[in-house]
């Protein structure tokens, strides 16, 4: 199998390179996407049995639950395979997802409580999707606090990768004790958030806008993989004519 | 289309306007960290670049 | 090939770690006292009546042992670390990852146990029946346990660092917030009278998958923080 175009995608020149040139395609059907996901979610979309057009806040608060959890998942795996295979653009990846997950995991909590406030009467509820977003948050925090607090570059990589993987293997066990303790204390109050009875005009719109926020975080990514390249080859040769372009 | 109804959301206004203006903040001003953040790595690097062209 | 073997080597860190931190034994009882002050904020808080005070008695405890168990977490690898002690166990040739469970345990023993030992008689300040006592140990042993452990990955990967103690204490408390979810529920179980098989069962998984997992996290952490 023939290895170089990985390795040629790896090298920074050319990842630079690439990188700007990709992010546009990321950004625009992006951009679409999120359009017509507001549009059918906003207007074309029926108002819920149960919620009313309250429920149309699903429409934002879903995919930023999802993105959150996807970009996690996405800078472990970077932050595995730097650690594991010493390959520093795998570490820049997982540098510049953090803030933006993290970004995502408060979307989510803020237009979770957004939503449980006309549902059920206030504006926090202990319910356990919202308060497993809560220590995701956490845990992203823990990584940009830990990526600040070392000032070489290669020693606070490769600590991050360490809790990043400590992280996402906790994250499993951190739902479950979440929802069994959730469980445990319910009482009358059924949680009715994300669960509005889902038809499929009520459905494509989600769909759209989760594609659409998946391909907006690739383009961030590219552009803030660029920022990191660059920062990361201080002195190389290469930047004189790579900036140029 | 009624523009009354629509901007009123079925009474839920208040909650659904501010989420999703929220989202679009958020979603505007992370591109906008990004692409300052790009800028500001390129010029330093020239700047650097610069620096050491001169010396040498 | 080291002359010692991995198990006497881990044997001798045990024996060295202990000896040391009970010379400085005012180090040992900082978590302890902490762990009553915290019991003691309790009541002033919310009410002198011990009917009230059994309501929350157990999330309360296991807390402040909790924070308690935090707090110690900064004497385990400070004093090594900067006497060089740390990166001539580096260098010694034996398995990193069975040293650090031995300064592990080591560290248990000298912070995590004492909280144990203390927690019946501060669970009584709370109104903890007796019948309720013997599950409050276990949970809170079981649960240092993981604290110590997850706690020395904390420690490794935040060594030397400045403000590194606050940052420890945010990278772990998420990591240890399921054991508080099952020690607490397992004694409020017991304080209501029923046995708490369920949450001790969960408690003690976590610990044993946290016990062997940890070494291999800490040595990595260890390698990282050192080079």
């Known amino acids: 199998m023939n290895w170089t175009w990985f390795h040629k995608l790896a090298s920074p020149p050319h990842f630079y390179r690439i990188a700007g040139r990709l992010a546009p395609w990321f950004g625009w059907p992006a951009f679409l996407l999120i359009v017509v996901g507001l549009y059918g979610g906003l207007v074309l979309a029926p108002a819920d049995y149960q919620q009313g057009d309250g429920f149309r806040i699903l429409y934002v608060h879903a995919p930023s639950a999802w993105m959150s959890m996807f970009i996690y998942s996405t800078l472990a795996i970077a932050a595995g395979i730097g650690l594991v295979w010493r390959i520093k653009l795998a570490h820049a990846v997982a540098a510049a997802s953090a803030p933006v997950g993290a970004w995502f995991a408060f979307l989510a909590l803020a237009t979770g409580s957004l939503w449980g406030k006309p549902m059920w009467g206030t504006w926090w509820v202990w319910d356990a999707r919202l308060t497993s977003e809560l220590i995701l948050l956490f845990l992203y925090m823990g990584l940009i606090a830990l990526r600040a607090s070392i000032d070489e570059r290669e020693r606070a990589d490769r600590a991050c990768a360490v809790l990043a993987l400590v992280g996402v293997v906790n994250l499993p066990i951190i739902h479950y004790s979440v929802y069994w303790w959730n469980t445990l204390h319910q009482g009358s109050t059924i949680t009715k958030i994300g669960k509005p009875s889902i038809t499929s005009d009520m459905l494509w719109p989600l769909l759209v806008m989760m594609v659409g926020f998946t391909l907006y975080f690739a383009a961030i990514l590219m552009t803030r993989l660029r920022a990191e390249v660059i920062r990361r080859e201080r002195d190389a040769s290469w930047l004189r004519e790579g900036l140029a372009r | 289309m009624n523009w009354t109804e629509f901007l009123a959301m079925g009474g839920y206004a208040a909650f659904v306007w501010p989420s999703f203006g929220l989202t679009l903040v958020v979603l505007i001003q992370n591109i906008r960290a990004a692409r300052r953040l790009h800028a500001t790595a390129r010029e330093e690097a020239l700047r650097r670049l610069d620096a050491g062209r001169t010396q040498s | ?227």
Request: aromatic share 4%; glycine share 8%; proline share 5%.
């Open chain 3, 1 to 227: 090939m080291p002359r010692t073997s991995a198990l006497q080597a881990m044997t001798l860190t045990y024996r060295r770690d202990l000896v040391l931190a009970f010379r400085h034994w005012e180090q040992v009882a900082q978590p302890v006292v902490f762990f009553a002050m915290v019991t003691t904020l309790v009541p002033l808080a919310l009410s002198p009546e011990l009917n009230e005070l059994r309501q929350v008695a157990g999330g309360m405890l296991w807390i402040a042992a909790l924070l308690a168990a935090l707090l110690g977490l900064e004497f385990l690898y400070r004093a090594d670390h900067t006497d060089g002690t740390l990166e001539q166990m580096l260098l010694s040739g034996q398995p990193l990852g069975l040293l650090a469970a031995a300064k592990t345990a080591a560290h248990w023993t000298a912070c995590g146990l004492p909280l144990v030992l203390v927690s019946p008689l501060l669970a009584v300040t709370l109104g903890v029946p007796t019948e309720a006592l013997c599950t409050l140990m276990l949970s809170l042993a079981l649960g240092t346990g993981i604290l110590s452990a997850l706690g020395a990955v904390g420690a490794a990967l935040t060594l030397g660092l400045r403000r590194g103690s606050v940052l420890l204490s945010l990278l772990v408390l998420p990591l240890a917030m399921p054991a508080l979810i099952f020690g607490a529920r397992a004694v409020d179980m017991a304080i209501q009278g029923e046995v708490a098989r369920g949450p001790l069962l969960l408690l003690g998984a976590m610990c044993v998958l946290s016990l062997t997992l940890a070494p291999f996290a800490v040595a990595a952490a260890l390698r990282i923080s050192l080079e």
